[in-house]
């Protein structure tokens, strides 16, 4: 199991170290994964707009230079031609879209290879919750220098949005601040030191039994559990009323079937009384 520094919300040191969550840092890294998934970001950010002209995008050269014999020089056909000063260009770059895609899996292992590769050379530092009153960029400074990374390009990822973190650090030089989810490998590559935010780690353990400072984490699998109890005794409730309104149906319908031979044999009986009387009613 990887281990971090960690550090209070101000910058101070704490005996205990933090135990990395499993999930994401298990130690091994995957430099060919990575390296596909550097080179796809930057390419994602080219914009493509290069263009060069061809001989047929240049106006002029309508015309043959010279005549085609007698004058002992080669054969011309147009001054626009691409060995000619102000020729077209053979094969330049023309507008295109650079962008590629990874798989989704691909992309989970580039991350997980960026983050264990700053584990292993301890620049990965766990810190408490980033908490300002106010927007204040000497305060985030102040707690820079406490870590001992001034001048250093830092990436610090946050517990989701902290606004007033973000304002205080984005005019620092060499600063990368944003959300844990939102972190690319290059990102985490970019920097020297990575500074996470403890409430980002989910499972993640402060070591010597100190508690942790998320709270949530312990109060959602009871949440879970309740909410999978609920539909089931709401379902266990409704089968005997069904069972019930079946049961009283049944006898309703054996009750008209058995009134349906009474009916056929009356009708029979009709049929021979009125065979048997005569005809003139005598």
């Known amino acids: 199991m990887l281990e971090a520094r960690h550090y209070s919300a101000t910058g101070g040191t704490r005996d205990a170290g933090f135990a990395l969550p499993s999930d994401y840092f298990d130690g091994t890294v995957n430099t060919a994964v990575l390296h596909q998934a550097i080179k796809t970001f930057l390419g994602n950010q080219r914009q493509g707009t290069a263009s060069t002209k061809t001989r047929s995008h240049i106006s002029g050269g309508n015309q043959k230079p010279w005549k085609q014999k007698g004058t002992g020089r080669a054969r011309q056909g147009t001054t626009r031609a691409p060995h000619w ?42 810190i408490d919750r980033l908490a300002f009153e106010s927007p204040k960029t000497s305060a985030f400074a102040a707690i820079l220098k406490q870590l001992g990374l001034t001048g250093q390009k830092v990436l610090v ?7 007033q973190a973000w304002l205080s ?29 403890a409430g980002a780690l989910a499972g993640g353990e402060v070591i010597e039994g100190t508690e942790t400072t998320e709270e949530t ?3 959602a699998p009871a949440k879970r559990k309740a909410s999978a109890r609920a539909p089931k005794t709401s379902v266990g409730k409704a089968a005997p009323a069904k069972k019930a309104k079946a ?36």
Request: hydrophobic share 35%.
């Open 85 to 126: 000063r102000g020729g077209g260009v053979v094969f330049g770059p023309h507008p295109r879209d650079y962008r590629t895609g990874l798989p989704k899996k691909v992309r989970q292992l580039a991350r997980k290879s960026a983050l264990n590769a700053r584990a292993r050379e301890g620049a990965l530092i766990v």
């Open 157 to 163: 990822l946050t517990h989701g949005q902290n606004p």
């Open 169 to 197: 650090a984005r005019n620092i030089p060499g600063i990368r601040i944003m959300p844990w989810s939102d972190a690319a490998p290059y990102d985490i590559i970019w920097s020297s030191s990575v500074l996470v935010e």
């Open 217 to 219: 984490t312990a109060a």
């Open 247 to 282: 049961a009283a149906k049944t006898p309703a319908r054996k009750t008209a079937a058995t009134k349906a031979p009474v009916k056929k044999a009356a009708t029979k009986a009709a049929s021979r009384t009125s065979s048997e009387t005569p005809k003139g009613g005598k």
